[in-house]
């Protein structure tokens, strides 16, 4: 089963306000798109993913990830997370209805092409599943088979959210990278510690990160 993978991108001068603490107002729209260069690229490497759609109106991110091989969604409903990652989901479903598709935070720049290939494996045993964050309180990826319907909830306590709404939580064993999504300075620090991709890690090497 090879799956379809839906990245939401806010603008990068919008992006990773969180990191305000560990990334001047100048460096955070590249540290943002470095997370996202990352993540897209590891995403297209992992043999369980076919194709790659980002969720975006950032037009330079919109060119850097395209030459990476993603296909541009504009974020037509400008609507928030989840409206785009439903509008995502509709314009995959619309060339290809049959597809398994999953959600993924554009903030995996830690991510391993095969720890998220046995995410999505593990996925595919249910209609609709997620892994949650490595904090435990968000979630990374939402997944679903086909015909099914993604139904996002991302945001504060999406993990909750995610399983009241009926969603499966995967419980996947040492597949750290899919669960390290970054939005403080420790998570930063975390996702260094694993190892990032060359973007993130020549971005960071311009921050004054304790311990780098």
Do not use: C, Y
């Not at 998220?116 to 490595?134: M, N």
């Amino acid at each position: 089963m090879q799956w379809t993978l839906v990245i939401p991108l806010k603008p990068l001068a919008l992006a990773k306000s969180r990191l305000a603490d560990t990334a001047a107002d100048g460096l955070r729209p590249g540290l943002a798109l470095a997370f996202a260069e990352d993540t897209v690229a590891a995403a297209l490497a992992s043999p369980a993913v076919r194709d790659v759609a980002v969720v975006t109106d950032d037009a330079l991110a919109g060119r850097v990830l395209a030459a990476l091989g993603a296909r541009i969604v504009p974020d037509e409903p400008r609507g928030g997370l989840n409206a785009a990652l439903a509008h995502g989901a509709a314009a995959v479903r619309a060339s290809r209805p049959d597809a398994p598709l999953a959600a993924l935070n554009a903030d995996l720049p830690a991510l391993r092409p095969q720890e998220l290939a046995r995410v999505l494996d593990a996925a595919g045993e249910f209609p609709r599943s997620f892994l949650p964050d490595a904090a435990a309180v968000g979630t990374t990826l939402l997944a679903v088979a086909a015909g099914s319907e993604l139904l996002p909830a991302f945001g504060t306590d999406s993990r909750a959210r995610h399983r009241a709404s009926g969603a499966v939580e995967l419980r996947v064993e040492t597949v750290d990278s899919v669960r390290q999504d970054v939005d403080t300075g420790e998570d930063l620090r975390a996702a260094l510690s694993l190892g990032v991709g060359p973007r993130t890690a020549a971005a960071a090497a311009r921050l004054l990160i304790p311990g780098q």
